[in-house]
C-alpha cells in the first residue's frame, strides 16, 4: 500500500517531534518511512542530497453518498461492511499518491437515515481508508444535516483513520490553518466550498466553506500558496442535478477560477451526473465527477454513472507545478447488489451490453468540450 499522506502542520510536528499536539492523534501516528536499525547506522543525508519530487499524483472521486440500500446491504452481524461497494475503486485509490473523495454523509449514531437529512455509520470512513484514501472534502449541501455534532462526529471519524479533511471544522482555529496535505515532500493545498448547506445554517459563520464566490475562492487558494503549498487545487460542491452540462454560472466559475493562475487544477462534484471536462487556457477543469457510491430513489442511468480522476502534476519550475497528464476512468453502479464497475473493459461486475453502453454514454459527455483533443488519456492499470 502507498505510504498515508498527512496534513502538512501534523508532518511538521512529527518531523520536529514536537509534543504540541494532542496525545491521543500522535499515539496512533508513525512518520513514514519508519526509521530500521540499519538507517540509524548510515550518515544522515545533507538537504542537498534530498532528492526533490519531480511529480505528483491526486485522484479525485466524487460524491460518497450513503442511502439506506447502501446500508441495507452492508449490514453484518457486527455491523457494517462497505469493502464489496468499494473494492472495484482500490487499485485506482492505490495508483495514485493522493486519493481524496467527496463524503457527502455525516458520520452519524443509530438509527441512521437518508434524504433529506443523512446519517451514516462511521464504517464507511475506515473502509475508504483500508481501501488506501489519504482524505475527503466534507463541504457539502449536506454537511450539517445532523447538526454541529454532526460535523464533529465526521471530523473526529476521519482524524481517527488519519485521514486529511478540509471543508467543515470543528473549531475556529481549524477554519483559519491553511488547508494544506504533504504528500511526497509536496504540500498540496485544497480549496473546498460548497454552494448551499440546503437552507439550513451552520451554528457559526466558519464551521463549513460555503459560497461559490469566484474572488473569495480565489483569495483563499494565494492565501494557501503563501501558507507554503506549491500546488493548489478546487473542490467545489456545485451544478444542477442530473444535468449532462455544467450550468452558465457553473461553467464562468471554473473559467474564472483556470484565468486567475490561483489554481493549478479544478474539479466539481454534487450534479450526481457525469460533466465535461475542459482545459481552459492551459488549466483543467473537471465540472461533475459524478456519483462514486450511491443509490438514489429518483431512476435515471446518470446518478448511477460517474467518473475518478488522476492528475499527475509535474515540476516545470522552482515552485511551479502544472498538469503533465490527466487520465480518466469511467464507472457505472451496479443494481443490486450495488457494487462500483469500471466500464473501460466488459467484466463480472456489470453485464457487457451495460458497460458499453455507459462508456459511449459518458465519453461524449466527458469530451463535450473537447479534452480527448487537448489531451485528456485513459486511466489504464499497470
Given at each position: 500500500?502507498?505510504?498515508?499522506?498527512?496534513?502538512?502542520?501534523?508532518?511538521?510536528?512529527?518531523?520536529?517531534?514536537?509534543?504540541?499536539?494532542?496525545?491521543?492523534?500522535?499515539?496512533?501516528?508513525?512518520?513514514?518511512?519508519?526509521?530500521?536499525?540499519?538507517?540509524?547506522?548510515?550518515?544522515?543525508?545533507?538537504?542537498?542530497?534530498?532528492?526533490?519530487?519531480?511529480?505528483?499524483?491526486?485522484?479525485?472521486?466524487?460524491?460518497?453518498?450513503?442511502?439506506?440500500?447502501?446500508?441495507?446491504?452492508?449490514?453484518?452481524?457486527?455491523?457494517?461492511?462497505?469493502?464489496?461497494?468499494?473494492?472495484?475503486?482500490?487499485?485506482?485509490?492505490?495508483?495514485?499518491?493522493?486519493?481524496?473523495?467527496?463524503?457527502?454523509?455525516?458520520?452519524?449514531?443509530?438509527?441512521?437515515?437518508?434524504?433529506?437529512?443523512?446519517?451514516?455509520?462511521?464504517?464507511?470512513?475506515?473502509?475508504?481508508?483500508?481501501?488506501?484514501?489519504?482524505?475527503?472534502?466534507?463541504?457539502?449541501?449536506?454537511?450539517?444535516?445532523?447538526?454541529?455534532?454532526?460535523?464533529?462526529?465526521?471530523?473526529?471519524?476521519?482524524?481517527?483513520?488519519?485521514?486529511?479533511?478540509?471543508?467543515?471544522?470543528?473549531?475556529?482555529?481549524?477554519?483559519?490553518?491553511?488547508?494544506?496535505?504533504?504528500?511526497?515532500?509536496?504540500?498540496?493545498?485544497?480549496?473546498?466550498?460548497?454552494?448551499?448547506?440546503?437552507?439550513?445554517?451552520?451554528?457559526?459563520?466558519?464551521?463549513?466553506?460555503?459560497?461559490?464566490?469566484?474572488?473569495?475562492?480565489?483569495?483563499?487558494?494565494?492565501?494557501?500558496?503563501?501558507?507554503?503549498?506549491?500546488?493548489?487545487?478546487?473542490?467545489?460542491?456545485?451544478?444542477?442535478?442530473?444535468?449532462?452540462?455544467?450550468?452558465?454560472?457553473?461553467?464562468?466559475?471554473?473559467?474564472?477560477?483556470?484565468?486567475?493562475?490561483?489554481?493549478?487544477?479544478?474539479?466539481?462534484?454534487?450534479?450526481?451526473?457525469?460533466?465535461?471536462?475542459?482545459?481552459?487556457?492551459?488549466?483543467?477543469?473537471?465540472?461533475?465527477?459524478?456519483?462514486?457510491?450511491?443509490?438514489?430513489?429518483?431512476?435515471?442511468?446518470?446518478?448511477?454513472?460517474?467518473?475518478?480522476?488522476?492528475?499527475?502534476?509535474?515540476?516545470?519550475?522552482?515552485?511551479?507545478?502544472?498538469?503533465?497528464?490527466?487520465?480518466?476512468?469511467?464507472?457505472?453502479?451496479?443494481?443490486?447488489?450495488?457494487?462500483?464497475?469500471?466500464?473501460?473493459?466488459?467484466?463480472?461486475c456489470l453485464p457487457a451490453a451495460d458497460a458499453k453502453a455507459s462508456l459511449v454514454r459518458t465519453s461524449k459527455t466527458v469530451n463535450a468540450y473537447g479534452a480527448f483533443d487537448d489531451g485528456l488519456k485513459p486511466w489504464e492499470l499497470d
Amino acid at each position: 500500500m502507498k505510504s498515508r499522506a498527512l496534513p502538512a502542520v501534523l508532518a511538521l510536528l512529527l518531523l520536529a517531534g514536537c509534543s504540541a499536539a494532542p496525545q491521543e492523534a500522535t499515539a496512533e501516528l508513525t512518520p513514514n518511512p519508519v526509521q530500521t536499525q540499519q538507517d540509524s547506522l548510515s550518515p544522515s543525508p545533507t538537504p542537498s542530497e534530498t532528492p526533490t519530487p519531480k511529480e505528483l499524483s491526486l485522484m479525485a472521486t466524487g460524491d460518497v453518498l450513503l442511502h439506506p440500500q447502501l446500508l441495507a446491504e452492508a449490514k453484518t452481524s457486527t455491523g457494517y461492511d462497505f469493502q464489496p461497494l468499494l473494492n472495484g475503486l482500490k487499485p485506482y485509490v492505490q495508483d495514485a499518491d493522493v486519493a481524496l473523495c467527496n463524503l457527502e454523509t455525516p458520520i452519524g449514531v443509530p438509527p441512521y437515515s437518508g434524504y433529506p437529512t443523512f446519517s451514516v455509520p462511521a464504517q464507511i470512513v475506515a473502509d475508504l481508508a483500508s481501501i488506501g484514501y489519504d482524505g475527503c472534502t466534507t463541504a457539502t449541501n449536506h454537511t450539517v444535516d445532523i447538526g454541529t455534532a454532526g460535523v464533529k462526529r465526521t471530523l473526529d471519524t476521519l482524524e481517527k483513520y488519519k485521514l486529511f479533511a478540509t471543508g467543515s471544522y470543528r473549531t475556529q482555529t481549524e477554519a483559519q490553518a491553511p488547508p494544506l496535505l504533504q504528500a511526497e515532500g509536496i504540500k498540496l493545498g485544497v480549496i473546498a466550498s460548497t454552494y448551499s448547506l440546503n437552507g439550513m445554517r451552520a451554528d457559526t459563520d466558519w464551521r463549513v466553506d460555503t459560497g461559490v464566490d469566484a474572488k473569495k475562492l480565489i483569495t483563499r487558494a494565494k492565501a494557501a500558496r503563501k501558507s507554503g503549498a506549491e500546488i493548489v487545487v478546487a473542490a467545489i460542491h456545485d451544478g444542477t442535478e442530473y444535468s449532462t452540462r455544467p450550468s452558465d454560472a457553473q461553467r464562468k466559475l471554473g473559467q474564472t477560477l483556470a484565468e486567475s493562475g490561483a489554481f493549478d487544477f479544478i474539479y466539481m462534484h454534487h450534479t450526481h451526473s457525469v460533466l465535461p471536462i475542459e482545459k481552459h487556457e492551459g488549466t483543467w477543469i473537471v465540472y461533475g465527477l459524478g456519483n462514486s457510491v450511491a443509490k438514489h430513489a429518483t431512476p435515471t442511468i446518470l446518478n448511477r454513472e460517474g467518473i475518478s480522476i488522476k492528475a499527475t502534476f509535474t515540476r516545470t519550475g522552482k515552485d511551479q507545478w502544472k498538469v503533465g497528464e490527466l487520465v480518466w476512468v469511467p464507472h457505472q453502479l451496479s443494481s443490486s447488489p450495488v457494487r462500483w464497475c469500471q466500464v473501460f473493459t466488459a467484466d463480472a461486475c456489470l453485464p457487457a451490453a451495460d458497460a458499453k453502453a455507459s462508456l459511449v454514454r459518458t465519453s461524449k459527455t466527458v469530451n463535450a468540450y473537447g479534452a480527448f483533443d487537448d489531451g485528456l488519456k485513459p486511466w489504464e492499470l499497470d
